[in-house]
């Protein structure tokens, strides 16, 4: 019998390895819970947000967990352009 190898790493992929919570915090430290619920607005983002109360909706939830990921990548992209988003202006 041959050893399973390990599943290669997926360089190319900037969302592997990286849990939701980890998303969704950074997404709260560059934009803040009010222009997430702007961006995204669901009720976990708009009424009394927090990390666990949002977890709990994007983990049952896939279309708003797309969401949310693809505004992950669209900030990693504005930050690599060095646009520096909303965090300049609080």
Not at 16 to 43: F, Q
Not at 46 to 55: C, I, R, W, Y
Not at 58 to 69: D, F, G, I, M, Y
């Amino acid at each position: 019998m041959q050893d399973a190898s390990p599943p290669p790493a997926h360089p190319r992929d900037p969302l592997h390895g990286l849990t939701l919570e980890a998303i969704v915090r950074a997404l709260e430290l560059y934009y803040g819970w009010a222009e997430l619920a702007v961006r995204i607005p669901v009720r976990c983002f708009t009424h009394d947000p927090s990390v666990n109360s949002s977890l709990k909706f994007l983990r049952k939830t896939p279309w708003a967990r797309e969401k949310v990921e693809g505004l992950y990548l669209f900030m990693l992209r504005e930050q690599r352009r060095g646009s520096g988003g909303l965090a300049e202006h609080r």
